[in-house]
């Protein structure tokens, strides 16, 4: 006797396979999305601390910006406003929390416009990715990352003291 398999099974093991692929499409996309909350919590989570002592230590009337920025140490740049409306830089070390907040004035500071104004008429350059300020050996810096007219990645650091050019590094182009 021949065994027949029939149309109902067919149907539910398609049916069974289809929802399984569902499941783990479902299973990718949540572990994604989860995977991605947890990194920009580690990227951002430890600003508000920042923001706290910073408005703990000084009159601050405003904070209008924080970023990280990674050099020999770990600091937190926020650019504020003081209670007596001067515009000021202060970084906050990450890598030692006793460490006092460094606090530059920016009227004391040659403006980002005026640095990146100088690098473009200097530099051959495909595409710019960002720029942001950064200290190094207590001298405040702009930090410009960009692909140069060769395709290479590039770091270029102007002091934001003087807006003269203080060091960079190219990254050499291993692929095509």
Avoid at 83 to 112: R, Y
């Amino acid at each position: 006797m021949r065994q027949r398999s029939s149309q109902f099974i067919e149907l539910s093991w398609t049916k069974a396979i289809a929802v399984s692929v569902g499941i783990l499409l479902l299973a990718l996309v949540f572990f994604i999305i989860s995977l991605y909350r947890s990194i920009d919590a580690n990227r951002t989570g430890a600003f508000s601390d920042s923001r706290q002592r910073v408005e703990e230590e000084l009159a601050i009337h405003s904070i209008e910006h924080i970023s990280r920025y990674h050099g020999t140490e770990y600091f937190h740049v926020i650019d504020a406003t003081t209670a007596a409306d001067e515009a000021i830089v202060i970084f906050v070390n990450q890598d030692d929390s006793e460490q006092d907040l460094i606090v530059f004035d920016k009227q004391d500071l040659v403006t980002e416009d005026q640095i990146m104004a100088t690098w473009r008429n200097e530099t051959a350059y495909q595409q710019l990715y960002r720029s942001q300020k950064g200290l190094r050996n207590q001298t405040p810096l702009l930090e410009i990352v960009y692909l140069d007219d060769n395709g290479r990645l590039s770091y270029d650091y102007y002091r934001l003291s003087d807006g003269d050019y203080d060091s960079g590094i190219t990254f050499r182009k291993q692929f095509n």
